[in-house]
């Protein structure tokens, strides 16, 4: 454990914001998870000890660290008190750049004046976010992969201001969390999204336009490229409305047309077909029922 950064705080219960507080907890430090809706709390808890037990199956840890690691999570219904004695903030809400504005104002008020402010964000500007507070040489990104337990990249995005100090106390935290950091200048989707995204805006107009169904675009891309999952699977793993966030991230950012948004995205965004999460996108994840 990076011993000055051992109190951290993370803002957002949901996907990303439960697996950043599990692989914190995990690696000895003491996690405050921050949501305003108790709910949303209930659940991350529920998740994260639902994880670790998988974690007991495979005989990762024991059920004694299991108990050690749940201790260490800290459920907070305000921002405002779970950051006011924390060294490390990790912002992880929805990929909205008004609400993340909102958030790091708030956390720029409430923290220490020598904590760092780090966002999860996979595309919004880290200079953008800085901007909103009055530490800027303070604010990175550190931009996690879903599901964090088991994924081995952090992107650490430099923002316009970050000091080199900043960047090398984020590093060797991401380190300690056992993962492989790698860094990124703040332009528009970074390295990961920017490359990715129209990746799989390509798939999708592949399919819009016919060319071949949604099992065969997939099958390609993994038996012809060695891709784990086909890009219109992943796109429902990773929620088209994130998908779609992002690509117009990359389209008002570089003004170039090869970034804009398939109209089938557009409408199946629009209509609620948001992937995994919404129990449908390009595939059904409905539950089958089984005849009586």
């Known amino acids: 454990m990076v011993e000055m950064y051992q109190d951290v705080a993370v803002i957002g219960a949901g996907t990303m914001g ?6 914190f907890a995990q690696s000895g430090y003491h996690v405050n998870l921050i949501d305003v809706n108790t709910e949303a709390l209930d659940l991350a808890l529920a998740t994260i000890a639902a994880n670790l037990d998988r974690q007991i199956k495979k005989e990762i840890i024991t059920a004694d660290q299991r108990n050690r690691i749940l201790s260490r999570i800290n459920r907070v219904d305000s921002i405002a008190l779970g950051v ?3 060294q490390l903030v990790v912002e992880a809400a929805t990929e909205n750049k008004d609400l993340k504005f909102k958030i790091f104002r708030e956390m720029d008020l409430h923290a220490p004046k020598t904590a760092i402010l780090a966002s999860n964000t996979s595309s919004i500007s880290i200079t953008e976010l800085a901007a909103v507070t009055a530490r800027p040489a303070q604010v990175i990104g550190m931009h996690f992969m879903n599901p964090v337990p088991v994924m081995k990249l952090v992107e650490i995005i430099r923002g316009y201001e970050t000091s080199d100090e900043v960047l090398k106390d984020v590093l060797a935290v991401a380190e300690d969390l056992g993962k492989e950091p790698h860094a990124s200048q703040d332009y528009p989707g970074f390295v990961a999204n920017r490359t990715l995204m129209p990746m799989i805006n390509e798939a999708i107009w592949t399919l819009h336009e016919g060319v071949a169904t949604r099992e065969d675009i997939d099958a390609i891309m993994k ?5 784990p999952m086909g ?5 429902d793993f990773i929620g088209l409305d994130v998908c779609l966030a992002i690509l117009r991230v990359l389209h008002d950012g570089f003004g170039n047309p090869k970034y ?6 557009v409408n199946m965004v629009n209509a ?4 995994r999460k919404a129990g449908q996108g390009f595939y059904d994840y409905t539950p089958r029922q089984v005849p009586a």
């Open 272 to 275: 609620g077909h948001l992937g």
């Open 231 to 235: 890009p219109l699977t992943l796109a």
């Open 84 to 86: 006011q004695d924390r």
């Open 18 to 23: 439960n697996g950043i507080a599990h692989v």
């Open 223 to 227: 038996l012809g490229m060695n891709h």
């Open 260 to 265: 804009a948004p398939c109209p089938l995205l």
